[in-house]
């Protein structure tokens, strides 16, 4: 199962409705749980999502907003009692604030945590038969990245292929797996009963002024989360303090060609998300989500 | 203005209707806050104490459900720019732990942050015209402190003796602040138009088994919020993680001569707190409170 779970999607303060940042994307086995601020193991519980679900922690910078749940995330983990290992990103300059959140046993944290701090203007964190998963550096005055998600390439299986050849059932994985298939007197291969299919990309976008990492991670993702603190009339503002308006998120997301924007991260001065939703579709005409907590959003299927 | 303003009930994991603990006792301009746990920032929000209300933060003991609230508390009260000190108690023993959670720049936290641990098996931490405030060891494994906060003796104002010497209006006040007051040819006294008026005394105790430290601080507590983690089914639990039963903490409560007890801190086991009533009525039969979180309890009136 796949889908993009919203924990929290206030900024610097959380509101009546809106709890600080998290964002949980659950990608088969897999469990991305992005920038953890205050109450997220709260807003998990409320989710329905269990700790133990979670096999990436992903933190984009130490301001408190995206990382003060992470004592609570880790220490739930530990009660829970994970069985797998928990891989934790956050930028390499962060590694002293990180064990100060740790807030672990040393055992419990030998036992399960495999810190794997970004570096560098972009860092591949994990290649695993899931995907590559990368992290880019943003820019937001303290160390930043965002993090993106691309999933391997696949092949998608053609019916009237299959059925020319007499290949049904069992004998479908059987060719998918091997990739070559003795069909009565000849081998059937992959090649002639499949197509390639381009793998999903996800992206995540915290808190940055617009850069070139903003454009790198967005580029062709078929799922962007991305943050829009601002609207237009406070242009000035998110410049100073490095942040996205919704039209510039909006913007690029339609020059990179991205099929699902989540919009999120909003400040607390506007009451009324239908703003955000006006000024991002000047720009873009695909699938726009102006995230609210507890939002279920799901992963956008593959095009072929 | 006097109340306490209930932010969080849970024990050791959050559940839908129960925020980790967190407790605030307006009194007068003074605002204590005990046992911040996650999530502590919005549940003040939810209930309308603004980061600057608060002058104390108390810590009993740092397990998460108890401190991981602080990183944000602090923050917050940084940003909305606290104009005062803000006196933090917690075990001595934590101090590197509670430099973990401070997460502030040196220059705010030397501004308004005022570091006043408790050691030994009882501590006076403030002795200022509210009253004097103390901490008290309790026994829980890791280093604990209950704290008590005891107003100190007035005078209440007989307004008969007032009305026969014609003492009236403003004259009242200037009586009562100078001690004496001519009134005519003669000298009335503050002792001849009032009666001493004990003062009032509010007890917090959080996870402990029974020790004589619960005692101490329940002792002729107005007000007493006292954990109560467990039900009678479970005291072997109780006994065993350190911690209190409905039925111990009302009867302590009863032997105690409380006159309004708060029973919370409850195990996410349980789903009707109506238990937690009926078992702690068996003992207690003064005001009772079964915390809900933000519940907003009347602190005690003066007796006489």
Not at 23 to 50: C, K, M, N, S
Not at 86 to 106: I, K, N, Q, T
Request: with cysteine; net charge negative; aromatic share 8%.
């Amino acid at each position: 199962m796949r889908e993009l779970v919203v924990l929290g999607t206030a900024s610097q303060v959380p509101t009546r409705t809106r709890n600080h940042n998290g964002y949980f994307l659950r990608w088969d086995g897999e469990g991305f749980l992005f920038d953890p601020g205050e109450g997220t193991q709260r807003q998990l519980l409320l989710a329905g999502i269990a700790a133990s679900d979670i096999t990436r922690i992903c933190v984009t910078h130490f301001h408190g907003d995206h990382c003060f749940g992470l004592p609570g995330v880790l220490s739930r983990i530990v009660l829970d009692g994970a069985a797998h290992p928990v891989h934790c990103h956050y930028p390499e300059s962060g590694r002293d604030l990180f064990a100060r959140l740790r807030w672990l046993r040393s055992d419990a944290a030998a036992r399960f945590l495999r810190e794997e701090p970004a570096s560098g203007a972009r860092a591949l964190l994990a290649s695993e038969p899931f995907g590559t998963f990368s992290a880019v550096r943003l820019d937001h005055g303290v160390e930043a990245y965002g993090y993106r998600l691309d999933e391997p390439p696949g092949r998608r299986m053609l019916p009237d292929r299959l059925a020319a050849l007499g290949v049904s059932g069992p004998a479908v994985g059987a060719l998918q797996r091997a990739g070559r298939l003795e069909v009565g007197a000849r081998t059937a291969t992959l090649d002639e009963v499949s197509v390639e299919r381009p793998g999903l990309a996800v992206a995540f976008v915290m808190d940055t002024r617009l850069c070139d990492g903003v454009y790198a991670l967005a580029a062709g993702a078929d799922l962007l989360i991305i943050e829009s603190t601002f609207l237009e009339a406070d242009a000035a503002l998110a410049a100073e303090f490095g942040h996205l308006t919704a039209g510039q998120a909006a913007q690029v997301a339609a020059e990179s060609g991205v099929r699902t924007l989540v919009l999120t991260h909003f400040s607390q001065r506007y009451q009324d998300p239908a703003e955000f939703e006006r000024e991002a579709r000047v720009h873009f005409g695909g699938e726009l989500y102006v995230a609210q907590d507890l939002d279920r959003i799901p992963v956008p299927k593959h095009l072929v």
